[in-house]
């Protein structure tokens, strides 16, 4: 998608944050300029249209109506103060979130992060930067062909049981125990 809105995204500011946002700051939801002015000052003025933003440019208006929802919430105005930094940890669980849905199991991208994790300094893959995170999607490792053949070949192969023989096993004979001599 080159920009604008999802339909989640869509039903959701129309549908919850928006009312809400007006309802706390005693605006009418359904007018238009106040809207569009709360969209210029989340972009920064680069536009007044939600299907002309960038995912970034939305991430921003949806932080921004979030934080007068809850102007007295900590949570909601970090972002709203460090746009950058909001940005990249948006990226960041985009990403995670695609890798996650690779088909391959979360012990499997740690392994593979591994040596990416000791190179940037972190404990987790979870916290590489996004653009590492991004890289990694393109990789050999979590293409569909790839993840497809290592989980077929990684499965031992079970061979069909033969019912026509039967076999019983007889008890192994028993033997007596050996006397203790006493301590040597």
Same mark, same amino acid.
């Given at each position: 998608?080159?920009?604008?809105?999802t339909?989640?995204?869509?039903?959701?500011?129309?549908g919850?944050?928006?009312?809400?946002?007006?309802?706390?700051?005693?605006?009418?939801?359904?007018?238009?300029?106040? &809207? +569009? $002015?709360?969209?210029?000052?989340?972009? =920064? @003025?680069? /536009?007044?249209?939600?299907?002309?933003?960038?995912? *970034?440019? %939305?991430?921003?208006?949806?932080?921004?109506?979030?934080?007068?929802?809850?102007?007295?919430?900590?949570?909601?105005?970090?972002?709203?103060?460090?746009?950058?930094?909001?940005?990249?940890?948006?990226?960041? &669980? +985009? $990403?995670?979130?695609?890798?996650?849905? =690779? @088909?391959? /199991?979360?012990?499997?991208?740690?392994?593979?992060? *591994?040596? %990416?994790?000791?190179?940037h300094?972190?404990?987790?893959?979870?916290r590489?930067?996004?653009?590492?995170?991004?890289?990694?999607?393109?990789?050999?490792?979590?293409?569909?062909?790839?993840?497809?053949?290592?989980?077929?070949?990684?499965?031992?192969?079970?061979?069909?049981?033969?019912?026509?023989?039967?076999?019983?096993?007889?008890? *192994?004979?028993?033997?007596?125990?050996?006397?203790?001599?006493?301590?040597?």
């Amino acid at each position: 998608m080159k920009g604008g809105l999802t339909d989640a995204q869509r039903a959701r500011f129309f549908g919850e944050w928006w009312p809400a946002c007006c309802e706390v700051q005693g605006w009418d939801p359904k007018n238009e300029n106040v &809207r +569009r $002015a709360h969209i210029l000052e989340a972009t =920064k @003025g680069a /536009t007044d249209r939600m299907s002309l933003c960038s995912q *970034a440019q %939305l991430t921003a208006i949806f932080q921004l109506t979030w934080f007068k929802t809850n102007p007295n919430s900590l949570s909601a105005a970090l972002p709203v103060a460090n746009p950058e930094e909001a940005r990249e940890a948006d990226a960041q &669980r +985009r $990403a995670i979130f695609a890798l996650s849905h =690779k @088909g391959v /199991t979360v012990e499997e991208i740690a392994r593979i992060a *591994a040596p %990416l994790c000791r190179k940037h300094h972190v404990s987790d893959w979870q916290r590489l930067p996004s653009s590492v995170l991004k890289s990694m999607m393109h990789w050999k490792q979590f293409q569909p062909a790839e993840i497809k053949r290592r989980h077929t070949t990684s499965l031992p192969s079970i061979q069909p049981i033969d019912q026509s023989r039967i076999y019983y096993l007889r008890p *192994a004979p028993k033997t007596p125990k050996p006397v203790c001599a006493g301590p040597y």
